[in-house]
T-cell receptor, first 114, second 113 residues
Framework: GQQVMQIPQYQHVQEGEDFTTYCNSSTTLSNIQWYKQRPGGHPVFLIQ?????EVKKQKRLTFQFGEAKKNSSLHITATQTTDVGTYFCAGRGGLTGGGNKLTFGTGTQLKVEL | DTGVSQDPRHKITKRGQNVTFRCDPISEHNRLYWYRQTLGQGPEFLTY????????KSRLLSDRFSAERPKGSFSTLEIQRTEQGDSAMYLC???????????FGSGTRLTVV
């Protein structure tokens, strides 16, 4: 079945440093979404990428979808303490299968120290 | 509309007992999803409804798990003969279209003792 892996699993940064998490799927995706889950909270939708090579920005967050639609990344510039949480990518299967459901990645837990 | 509601927030049950969880999605959302999440892991897909039709069910889901959405509005997830391995956060989510982002509820945390 479809598998979605993320690296790194954990990341500790000093406030103001940049952060990047990478997402890789075992199959080609029709689209990919990113979610943020604060400690003790539930996943909250951030963005969806659909097109090959697509890049989208939300303030300090930059999202990319790979040319082959099998990988994606999230980059945060100048992290703040409000960025703390676990970031999940979630892929929806393409022509090779996976159905209509989202398959979530393993997540990257971000901690920001003052 | 205040978002996706789940009830109860917490459930502690003895092994072997049956439990039922309820999810009320955003009213205009016709798609409803159940996921399970354990500590340090990403949400794991359980099942998916479009209106009242259950369109997909995880192969990992044993026969002890069943879900319904009888009128295309709220949904219930039942676990029969609970086992300790069923302890997890059960998340419900809804969306208005197939390719839109999901809105998750706060989840039901199940502890089987």
């Amino acid at each position: 079945g479809q598998q979605v892996m993320q690296i790194p699993q954990y990341q500790h940064v000093q406030e103001g440093e940049d952060f990047t998490t990478y997402c890789n799927s075992s199959t080609t995706l029709s689209n990919i979404q990113w979610y943020k889950q604060r400690p003790g909270g539930h996943p909250v939708f951030l963005i969806q990428l659909v097109k090959s090579g697509e890049v989208k920005k939300q303030k300090r967050l930059t999202f990319q979808f790979g040319e082959a639609k099998k990988n994606s990344s999230l980059h945060i510039t100048a992290t703040q303490t409000t960025d703390v949480g676990t970031y999940f990518c979630a892929g929806r299967g393409g022509l090779t299968g996976g159905g209509n459901k989202l398959t979530f990645g393993t997540g990257t837990q971000l901690k920001v120290e003052l | 509309d205040t978002g996706v509601s789940q009830d109860p927030r917490h459930k502690i049950t003895k092994r072997g007992q049956n439990v039922t969880f309820r999810c009320d999605p955003i009213s205009e959302h016709n798609r409803l999803y159940w996921y399970r999440q354990t500590l340090g892991q990403g949400p794991e897909f359980l099942t998916y409804f479009q209106n009242e039709a259950q369109l997909e069910k995880s192969r990992l889901l044993s026969d002890r798990f069943s879900a319904e959405r009888p009128k295309g509005s709220f949904s219930t997830l039942e676990i029969q003969r609970t086992e300790q391995g069923d302890s997890a956060m059960y998340l419900c989510a809804s969306s208005s279209e197939a390719n839109y982002g999901y809105t998750f509820g706060s989840g039901t945390r199940l502890t089987v003792v």
